[in-house]
């Protein structure tokens, strides 16, 4: 059964930096997708950044590009996402996901993924 497992999240003034880890167990795919997904209260789930291994191409929303970095680990079933310059707007859940096969346009859609973690909160306040 697969699982996943955030951890690092926190809080942090504006302009500061966090970096999210996502590790992965039971996962026996060669190819998939891996994600990040953030969702402030009161609002709908919406695609952060995603990742495709074996072919290392990754997806921004357009509110982090520039800010944020996808990436893996050395080990493949650890994935991160590097947040700098972090803004209140960044406050929410933020939660990995996976799926086998690739990312595609529907790289943010919560319905492309079937697996989940838990979710870890990530506020951003003075």
């Known amino acids: 059964q697969v699982q996943l497992m955030e951890s690092g999240g926190g809080s942090v003034q504006p302009g500061g930096s966090l970096r999210l880890s996502c590790t992965a167990s039971g996962y026996t795919y060669d190819t998939y997708c891996m994600g990040w997904f953030r969702q402030p209260a009161g609002t709908e789930r919406g695609g952060v950044a995603s990742i495709h291994t074996p072919a290392g191409s990754t997806y921004y929303a357009d509110s982090v590009k520039d800010r944020f970095t996808i990436s893996q680990g050395n080990a493949k079933n650890i994935m991160y996402l590097q947040m700098n310059n972090l803004r209140p707007e960044d406050t929410g859940m933020y939660y990995c996901?996976?799926?086998?096969?690739?990312?595609?346009?529907?790289?943010?859609?919560?319905?492309?993924?079937?697996?989940w973690g838990q979710g870890i909160q990530v506020t951003v306040s003075s």
């Open positions: 996901a996976a799926v086998s096969g690739r990312c595609g346009l529907n790289w943010h859609e919560t319905l492309h993924y079937n697996y």
